[in-house]
């Protein structure tokens, strides 16, 4: 089980969770699980539960692989067998959701995610639709390489001012 950490957990280091974790579990202390009912902590791996909003409450495992586009995380579910002349691959992802009880995926796949290797490095970007997934992640390739695509394009221009 992948554990990530929940970002509504109110220790912000290990530390102050262990030393309440050691508390609560003394104090006959118990955890939440997300079907509501209560575990008492000494059943409960300390890794597994967070404190959020007054209770320990139990992560629920997140066992998927997680793909950062721009500025989201998604989980990778099928590839299109859209083609074209740019050669992007295009990917349909969920988006990822996280409440008191860790991470979800949401209910069905509703991203295009664009992805393009090179040599030495990946790109992606995202969108509602493959147009949008593709013009995001050419602007992503235009930013990074926009001195390389200016020195082609405008050759014969400089060529010409020189003259």
């Given amino acids: 089980m992948t554990q990530y950490k929940n970002k509504f957990a109110e220790h912000k280091n290990i530390a102050d969770k ?13 955890a939440v699980g997300a079907d509501g009912k209560p575990v008492p902590l000494t059943d409960v791996k300390f890794e597994n539960v967070e404190f959020i909003c007054g209770l320990w409450r139990i992560q629920e495992s997140f066992p ?5 586009v721009r500025d989201i995380e998604v989980v990778l579910a099928e590839k ?23 991470r979800y995926l949401f209910a069905k796949p509703d991203v295009i995610v664009a ?23 050419g602007i992503k390739l235009f930013d990074e390489h926009m001195d390389l695509i200016h020195a082609v394009a405008c050759h014969n221009a400089r060529k010409s001012q020189k003259k």
Avoid: M
């Fill in 64 to 68: 998927h692989t997680t793909q950062k």
């Fill in 115 to 137: 992805k393009y290797e090179t040599d030495n490095v990946t790109y992606w970007g995202y969108g509602n639709t493959i147009e949008q997934a593709r013009a995001f992640l």
């Fill in 80 to 102: 299109l067998s859209h083609t074209e002349r740019i050669p992007f691959e295009y990917w349909r992802a969920y988006r990822i959701g996280e409440n008191c009880y860790g």
């Fill in 18 to 30: 262990t030393k309440d974790f050691v508390t609560a579990r003394k104090n006959g202390g118990f």
